[in-house]
């Protein structure tokens, strides 16, 4: 069920398929590192494309994301 909220979150606020991948991961749990490591990328692109997910849904942190993608299920 999630997924199919952050696919929707995703298709409305533009987010690219490397930011859609990161918020997959964050919405799983992970922290940066964890992401990075799962996605084979740096730490540093993580935060980044973090911070992007986050200006383009007009969030401040990561658990207001996910109150954002959870609200997608009503």
Do not use: M, W
């Amino acid at each position: 069920a999630i997924v199919r909220q952050l696919d929707k979150v995703a298709q409305d606020h533009a987010l690219t398929n490397a930011e859609h991948r990161v918020a997959e991961q964050i919405l799983a749990g992970q922290n940066t590192i964890q992401a990075a490591r799962k996605l084979g990328i740096a730490p540093s692109t993580v935060r980044t494309h973090l911070q992007r997910i986050l200006a383009k849904t007009d969030t401040h942190r990561q658990s207001e994301f996910a109150c954002l993608v959870a609200r997608y299920a009503r």
